[in-house]
């Protein structure tokens, strides 16, 4: 019911606003509840605002650093893992704009970032109490004291294009034999936990087989979680894998014998893992940008290292600079390697926007917005606001699977201040409630493979 009042809120704006300029009575009570304001987002609510760069405590690079080294406590995993990033700026947007919604004559230059969200009350791959085998209990809003999931109801439509309907059977029909491989931080899990209940619907099965050991998978000593998790469905011999690495560089310790040795992060050095197994690839979706950040650095023991010396340069050594480097020599590795995989696909995934407001995760930054599209609804604009992922992968053969201006217009869909626990404590405005957005960044991955 809730959705529908979306779709009517265009016809409701003339007539509030009649009734608006006659009445005082009105206009009071329009400012005393902003949460009713109807009127459709101007271009300049839409655009991102300016992301600061935020200053992080010592205590959270203590926290950190703890939970990185030995992590007895299973409690851990209801704390958020917070970054910052810094999404690109609004003025970089192009201002073109054309009309021709639901052009479909055109799909094959489709622009799936650009486009409009829609409620859909039928829209469930999922259910948040299901999907146990794979879905993180923090992440399943479902299970927490959250009662709004308006957020769980709206369905990405691109502007120009018909968008392929998602299907779990077409899904691994289309891969069979194949495998697919996500790696990245814990967005990229995320999104692989949706894809997991996407693909099995949430519901128990035999059909799938853990597989994580054939590519070396495991939990290392001390270690909360495995390194990555792999997955075979029997029924189509699809491999669904997920491997973590959060910032796409070669990482290697300084001193192997010293468990407390510096770790030396080669930016110009694909992960090992992706050297080795991407001849088994088929589908392969990569993304780093939450942990370039001093604090996650400094947590993490990693030097910068590149041509395999210790980064002199200044302005290297800058995170922005870094992860910029980083970013284009992993795509510019992988690239050269295309011609040997010719059937290999691959994506860089843009940026996930955080939405923390009024601080950040531990100064009491917030996220409470509970209507959908408040910040808007529409992307109009052509290209990416994720610059530096759209320019590394210009002119190669890997795809920007563009999300992050779509998913910046739901800034309602965040864990937010909800927790298993029910004990207040820090928001996560970074990851997803789930089902929730990731959902879509995996429809519109599959439009595309
Ligand atoms: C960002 O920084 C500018 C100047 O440093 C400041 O005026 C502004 O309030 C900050 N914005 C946020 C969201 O913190
Ligand atoms: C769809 O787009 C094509 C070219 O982009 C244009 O020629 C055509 O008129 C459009 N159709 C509609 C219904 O807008
Ligand atoms: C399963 O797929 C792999 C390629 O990913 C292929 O080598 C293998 O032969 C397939 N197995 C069967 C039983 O078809
Ligand atoms: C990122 O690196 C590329 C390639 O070295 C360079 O052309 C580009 O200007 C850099 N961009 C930024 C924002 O540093």
Same mark, same amino acid.
């Given at each position: 019911?809730?959705?529908?009042?979306?779709?009517?809120?265009?016809?409701?704006?003339?007539?509030?606003?009649?009734?608006?300029?006659?009445?005082?009575?009105?206009i009071?009570?329009?400012?005393?509840?902003?949460?009713l304001?109807?009127?459709?987002?101007?271009?300049?609510?839409?655009?991102?605002?300016?992301?600061?760069?935020?200053?992080?405590?010592?205590?959270?690079?203590?926290?950190?650093?703890?939970?990185?080294?030995?992590?007895?406590?299973?409690?851990?995993?209801?704390?958020?893992?917070?970054?910052?990033?810094?999404?690109?700026?609004?003025?970089?947007?192009?201002?073109?704009?054309?009309?021709?919604?639901?052009?479909?004559?055109?799909?094959?230059?489709?622009?799936?970032?650009?486009?409009?969200?829609?409620?859909?009350?039928?829209?469930?791959?999922?259910?948040?109490?299901?999907?146990?085998r794979?879905?993180?209990?923090?992440?399943?809003?479902?299970?927490?004291?959250?009662?709004?999931f308006?957020?769980?109801?709206?369905?990405?439509?691109?502007?120009?294009?018909?968008?392929?309907?998602?299907?779990?059977?077409?899904?691994?029909?289309?891969?069979?034999?194949?495998?697919?491989?996500?790696?990245?931080?814990?967005?990229?899990?995320?999104?692989f936990?949706?894809?997991?209940?996407?693909?099995?619907?949430?519901?128990?099965?035999?059909?799938?087989?853990?597989?994580?050991?054939?590519?070396?998978?495991?939990?290392?000593?001390?270690?909360?979680?495995?390194?990555?998790?792999?997955?075979?469905?029997?029924?189509?011999?699809?491999?669904?894998?997920f491997?973590?690495?959060?910032?796409?560089?070669?990482?290697?310790?300084?001193?192997?014998?010293?468990?407390?040795?510096?770790?030396?992060?080669?930016?110009?050095?694909?992960?090992?893992?992706?050297?080795?197994?991407?001849?088994?690839?088929?589908?392969?979706?990569?993304?780093?940008g939450?942990? $370039? +950040?001093?604090?996650?650095?400094?947590? !993490?023991?990693?030097? /910068?290292? *590149? #041509?395999?010396?210790?980064?002199?340069?200044?302005?290297?050594?800058?995170?922005?600079?870094?992860?910029?480097?980083?970013?284009?020599?992993?795509?510019?590795?992988?690239?050269?390697?295309?011609?040997?995989?010719?059937?290999?696909?691959?994506?860089?995934?843009?940026?996930?926007?955080?939405?923390?407001?009024?601080?950040? $995760? +531990?100064?009491?930054?917030?996220?409470? !917005?509970?209507?959908? /599209?408040? *910040? #808007?609804?529409?992307?109009?604009?052509?290209?990416?606001?994720?610059?530096?992922?759209?320019?590394?992968?210009?002119?190669?053969?890997?795809?920007?699977l563009?999300?992050?201006?779509?998913?910046?217009?739901?800034d309602?869909?965040?864990?937010?201040?909800?927790?298993?626990?029910?004990?207040?404590?820090?928001?996560?405005?970074?990851?997803?409630?789930?089902?929730?957005?990731?959902?879509?960044?995996?429809?519109?991955?599959?439009?595309?493979?």
């Open positions: 019911m809730k959705a529908e009042t979306y779709g009517l809120r265009g016809k409701g704006v003339s007539l509030i606003s009649i009734v608006l300029i006659c009445t005082t009575i009105i009071w009570s329009w400012e005393k509840t902003p949460s304001n109807v009127s459709i987002p101007s271009r300049a609510t839409m655009q991102l605002p300016s992301e600061n760069i935020s200053i992080v405590s010592h205590k959270e690079a203590k926290t950190e650093a703890k939970r990185n080294e030995k992590d007895k406590t299973s409690k851990r995993e209801h704390r958020p893992d917070f970054v910052n990033d810094s999404p690109q700026r609004s003025s970089l947007i192009s201002e073109k704009e054309d009309n021709n919604w639901n052009n479909a004559t055109d799909n094959k230059v489709c622009n799936y970032a650009k486009g409009k969200w829609v409620p859909d009350n039928h829209r469930s791959f999922y259910s948040g109490f299901g999907c146990k794979w879905l993180s209990k923090m992440w399943a809003c479902r299970l927490t004291q959250r009662t709004d308006a957020y769980e109801k709206l369905r990405w439509q691109p502007k120009d294009c018909q968008m392929e309907e998602f299907e779990k059977s077409k899904f691994l029909r289309r891969m069979q034999h194949k495998t697919l491989a996500l790696i990245g931080d814990s967005l990229s899990r995320q999104q936990q949706s894809l997991m209940c996407m693909l099995t619907s949430g519901k128990k099965t035999h059909d799938v087989e853990d597989v994580g050991k054939k590519y070396g998978l495991a939990r290392g000593k001390g270690a909360l979680r495995p390194n990555g998790w792999a997955y075979h469905f029997l029924s189509t011999n699809t491999t669904i894998l491997y973590w690495s959060a910032t796409l560089c070669d990482v290697e310790p300084i001193d192997a014998s010293n468990p407390g040795s510096d770790q030396a992060m080669h930016l110009d050095r694909p992960p090992v893992f992706l050297r080795q197994y991407l001849h088994k690839f088929d589908v392969l979706v990569l993304n780093t939450h942990h $370039w +950040n001093r604090v996650k650095f400094k947590a !993490n023991r990693w030097v /910068m290292r *590149v #041509g395999g010396m210790p980064n002199t340069d200044k302005k290297l050594g800058t995170m922005g600079s870094a992860k910029n480097l980083t970013i284009h020599s992993i795509v510019s590795w992988v690239n050269s390697q295309l011609p040997k995989h010719p059937g290999l696909k691959v994506f860089f995934r843009s940026i996930s926007p955080r939405h923390f407001v009024g601080g950040e $995760w +531990n100064t009491g930054g917030s996220c409470d !917005n509970t209507t959908p /599209m408040s *910040v #808007g609804k529409e992307i109009l604009w052509e290209e990416s606001t994720d610059q530096v992922a759209a320019h590394a992968v210009k002119g190669t053969g890997i795809k920007l563009d999300i992050t201006a779509l998913s910046h217009l739901r309602e869909g965040h864990i937010s201040r909800f927790s298993i626990s029910a004990k207040p404590g820090v928001h996560d405005c970074l990851h997803w409630c789930l089902p929730g957005i990731p959902d879509t960044w995996n429809e519109i991955l599959f439009a595309q493979i």
